[in-house]
């Protein structure tokens, strides 16, 4: 039986959406008040959905409580009250679109998982705003 299990996780994090590649103005023109030198922040919800085959000894797809601890260990903890751009290595050299953070996000919990789950994310940065990444 396949099926899926899904755990939601919040956080907050302060970033700035800016190119080094780019002028100070481009960077103004094209990412407008996400641009802003100060820093701005969003109270991110996210989606983990794991999906996979039910073990039939142990009844689970997942041990729900395991999932949750990698979500903290390698989102939570390392993601919440953070500014992205300052104390989050990755976005040394990747912009803190939404787009990244779920990429890297998706890459930290896959890591954490049985090779046989696949594993699906959805990262809202607002309530109408949100990304979803599955690998590919």
Aim: a negative charge.
């Amino acid at each position: 039986m396949i099926v899926s299990a899904i755990r939601i996780e919040r956080f907050n994090s302060a970033h700035r959406l800016n190119n080094p590649n780019w002028s100070e103005q481009k960077n103004h023109d094209f990412y407008g008040l996400c641009n802003n030198k100060n820093f701005h922040g969003h109270n991110y919800t996210l989606h983990v959905k794991v999906t996979g085959e039910v073990d039939p000894e142990s009844g689970y797809l997942i041990d729900l409580k395991l999932l949750k601890n990698i979500i903290r260990e390698e989102v939570i903890d390392k993601f919440d009250h953070r500014n992205l751009n300052l104390d989050v290595p990755e976005f040394n050299t990747l912009i803190p679109t939404a787009e990244n953070i779920a990429y890297v996000i998706w890459h930290k919990i896959y890591n954490k998982l049985d090779s046989n789950l696949d594993l699906h994310i959805t990262l809202y940065e607002t309530d109408r705003n949100f990304i979803e990444y599955n690998g590919k």
